[in-house]
């Protein structure tokens, strides 16, 4: 079966403007979360969605915001981009909120370069 | 807050040369800690979940190890396609939901 999907993959925004994500899960699932990667911070947490609402949300600013829709479908969107959000952003999807084993599945990114 | 530290950052291993890897954790009650493999350009791969101190699992030339303030993901007889970021991840007892506090990963080079 299909893998988590990504759009877009690659990307390249200015600072100030804003950027929107999109991730769709594993037919199925209905957990998704978003994970921001840098080099120097390793995997961070910013938010999890299940059955459209929101049920965790990371140390990030308000900058950065997501919502799920009735097909389990996320995205996320960051306004007012700074060089620091330059970043791989990678989504999850597990099958319920509450995994036994913790596994996610995750997409293979998106790569956003802010300049 | 919860921690996790892996250590070495990179490891440069000849194929056949055994080696462990170390995740070093804080977390107020484990609930479980996971290993994820990372290749470039993919999202992390799940590998194992470990619940309590003791607990070993294995999967081919791999195999991790859990006690109660660290983790050992054990290489056997590496092979260059084992070339990876190998990220350890750990969830809080309480932790509603997948949020998980990873590492920030060694990056594993097996050469030929």
């Known amino acids: 079966k299909a893998g988590v999907t990504q759009t877009p993959r690659y990307l390249i925004k200015t600072r100030g403007q804003q950027v929107t994500l999109s991730c769709s899960p594993i037919?199925?699932?209905?957990?998704v979360s978003w994970y921001q990667q840098t080099p120097g911070q390793g995997l961070q947490f910013l938010f999890e969605?299940?059955?459209?609402?929101?049920?965790n949300k990371g140390n990030f600013p308000g900058r950065f915001s997501g919502r799920q829709f009735s097909n389990s479908r996320s995205e996320m969107n960051v306004s007012t981009l700074e060089l620091g959000d330059s970043a791989l952003y990678l989504c999850?999807?597990?099958?319920?909120?509450?995994?036994?084993?913790?596994?996610?599945?995750f997409g293979e990114g998106s790569r956003l370069t802010v300049l | 807050e919860d921690q996790v530290t892996q250590s070495p950052e990179a490891l440069r291993l000849q194929e056949g040369e055994s080696s462990s890897l170390n995740c070093s954790y804080t977390?107020?009650?484990?609930?479980?800690l996971f290993w994820y493999r990372q290749d470039p350009g993919k999202g992390p791969e799940f590998l194992f979940t470990?619940?309590?101190a003791g607990e070993e699992k294995e999967k081919e030339r791999l195999k991790a190890t859990l006690t109660k303030k660290e983790s050992f993901l054990h290489i056997t007889a590496p092979k260059p396609e084992d070339s990876a970021t190998y990220l350890c991840?750990?969830?809080?007892?309480?932790?509603?939901?997948?949020?998980?506090?990873f590492g920030e990963g060694t990056q594993l080079t097996v050469n030929p």
């Open positions: 999850a999807s597990s099958l319920v909120f509450v995994s036994n084993t913790g596994e996610l599945f």
């Open positions: 037919s199925g699932h209905r957990s």
């Open positions: 969605y299940f059955s459209e609402t929101q049920r």
């Open positions: 977390v107020s009650g484990l609930r479980g």
């Open positions: 470990l619940y309590s």
């Open positions: 991840a750990v969830q809080a007892r309480g932790t509603s939901g997948s949020r998980l506090t």
